[in-house]
């Protein structure tokens, strides 16, 4: 059946946002508008005849509306097979009528649980007749166009304007496939959540959902089609900033801006703070007695680096940052906030995407990562360590000092951003030597050494910037090898989290060199 006529409708909805109006173009077609509790009121009160769906089913809504359509004379009219003989029958005996539309949007659970509302609230907003219904009306798009959002009404009044009254299959597969994919990404949201409730890590199914975003022009190369989905999450971050400027975000410049963002939240909002990323990995990271100050620690770091890279600030941005980021081109800017001077001043930046959002992301939140693998996907919880909240345990025979000691938590927090093997210098709550990713822990350590040194040279300073800095290691030295690079940078202390078998090799190193080290007990390896 290619073509479905639309004669009678269901509509049930949670949100109501364009309701009256869609509801009056199908009545004006001829449509019989069928419909349940607050919806029903909703139409009545605009003046439309609406039957209620207890006159449908001959049974009054009850249990405070938990059971309203949960019931033959709805599922009937939504599952009969149009033509088959023994489907109209049964439709005869039992006087079902069809039902050719059905409008459902679920009950706002996702929304319920994002706002953290008690226990029972969030119960009493998992939806049941609604994905039922929903699930019943696209197993059977042959025959009913299904509708799961306001977004779909005007598409479906002009399809039936223009075709007579009807329907094409084609456009009933599409909603079809859309209902499907919106009840599967409900179910995962309560699952998810469920989990979360009694405290289980690894529940026997695990599923994942989310709502369209934006498609995006192409992945992270060009060959490779991508998209930014919206999932439940409550956590401020890149995919609910309001992007005030500039071209369209790409799927690299959205991953390397999530990065940032992350980074530069792990810094509480009352001391200015400052992250440079580039390739997911920061060129430089620095707190500072303003934002401006901050940035030029941070760009000092690794200038050439910085060149074409993601800022993100833990502060609304000021007229002077402002002014100070400009100096160079940069892809995307992210803050909590921008002043009008700020606006202003990045409006003269077209290519410049000005990301603001809510707020910092709360860094010690609890939430999923998953990564995809040949048959399967990897499921973690994310890693909510804050350098601030560890315990640290001196291991060598001097301790640090408070400077030191500011400077190691500071180096932790970034190295927990770095892509593994990282190696982190700080100096004053700056960053001033960064190695990523290397095969070798030894090797992230000459990389940050060398590429501190020629920011040295380009600022005309006479000796290298991790001269007097303290070094951090996102995982324990296996040898004392990486240790001992450090110490030749000029280091004074170390924070790693311990825990090799040749610890007390590393100890004695730090000790001969007379260095500080701490132990943190925690590692933070990103891969």
């Known amino acids: 059946m290619a073509d479905q006529q639309i004669r009678r409708a269901l509509l049930s909805v949670s949100d109501k946002t364009g309701l009256i109006s869609f509801a009056t173009a199908l009545k004006n077609r001829g449509i019989e508008l069928v419909s349940t509790g607050g919806t029903a009121t909703a139409l009545k ?26 019931h033959p004379k709805v599922h009937g009219g939504l599952l009969a097979i149009r033509g088959n003989a023994v489907h109209d029958e049964a439709a005869r005996e039992h006087d079902i009528l ?10 706002p659970f996702e929304a319920t649980i994002a706002k953290n509302a008690p226990y029972d609230d969030c ?5 049941v007749g609604g994905p039922a219904m929903i699930r019943g009306a696209a197993k059977n798009h ?7 959002e306001p977004a779909d009404y005007d598409r479906v009044l002009e399809e039936i304007a223009g075709n007579n009254g009807a329907t094409t299959l084609a456009l009933r597969k599409a909603l079809a496939a859309k209902a499907f994919a919106r009840t599967a990404a409900y179910d995962a949201a309560i699952s998810n959540w469920f989990a979360r409730e009694i405290g289980t890590a690894t529940p026997e199914f695990r599923a994942f959902g989310g709502k369209l975003g934006q498609a995006l022009r192409y992945g992270e190369n060009a060959h490779q089609s991508a998209a930014i989905y919206l ?16 071209k369209e975000l790409s799927y690299n410049n959205i991953n390397d801006t999530d990065a940032a963002f ?24 620095a707190t500072g007695t303003s934002l401006a100050d901050a940035y030029r620690k941070a760009l000092a770091c690794d200038p050439t680096s910085a060149f074409g890279g993601i800022i ?13 980021i400009t100096k160079i081109f940069t892809e995307v800017v992210i803050a909590p906030g921008a002043t009008d001077e700020a606006k202003a001043i990045f409006a003269a930046k077209k290519n410049l995407r000005l990301l603001l959002t809510s707020g910092l992301a709360d860094s010690r939140a609890e939430a999923l990562s998953f990564k995809s693998v040949a048959g399967g996907f990897l499921v973690q919880s994310r890693d909510a360590s804050n350098a601030d909240d560890l315990e640290l345990k001196v291991v060598t025979k001097r301790a640090p000092t408070e400077a030191e000691l500011r400077d190691l938590r500071f180096a932790f927090k970034v190295a927990k951003h770095v892509k593994s093997n990282a190696i982190v210098y700080a100096k004053n709550g700056a960053t001033v030597g960064v190695g990523a990713g290397q095969m070798s822990r030894v090797d992230s350590a000459r990389i940050a050494a060398w590429k501190a040194g020629e920011a040295a040279k380009a600022e005309g300073l006479d000796e290298p910037l991790t001269v007097g800095s303290v070094v951090a290691s996102d995982a324990f030295f296996p040898f004392a090898d990486g240790l001992i690079t450090a110490a030749e940078a000029g280091v004074t202390a170390v ?5 090799s078998m040749r610890d007390d090799e590393v100890i004695k190193a730090a000790d001969e060199r007379g260095l500080a080290m701490v132990f943190t007990g925690v590692r933070h390896f990103r891969h």
């Open 98 to 107: 069809p039902i050719d539309l059905l409008v459902v949007n679920l009950y």
């Open 45 to 70: 009160s605009a003046g439309l005849a609406v039957k209620d769906v207890s006159e449908l089913t001959g049974f009054p809504e009850m249990m405070d509306g938990r059971v309203k359509t949960l």
């Open 231 to 246: 999932s439940a999450e409550s956590r401020i971050g890149v995919a609910t900033a309001e992007q005030l400027q500039g």
């Open 495 to 499: 924070i790693q989290p311990g825990g």
């Open 312 to 324: 993100a600030l833990n502060q609304p941005i000021d007229a002077e940052a402002a002014g100070e």
């Open 142 to 148: 042959e025959s009913v166009t299904v509708i799961v």
């Open 262 to 285: 992350e980074l530069v939240s792990e810094f509480a909002s009352d001391v200015p703070a400052v992250a440079i990323i580039k390739h997911a990995n920061p060129c430089g990271v």
């Open 123 to 127: 119960v009493e907003n998992i939806d």
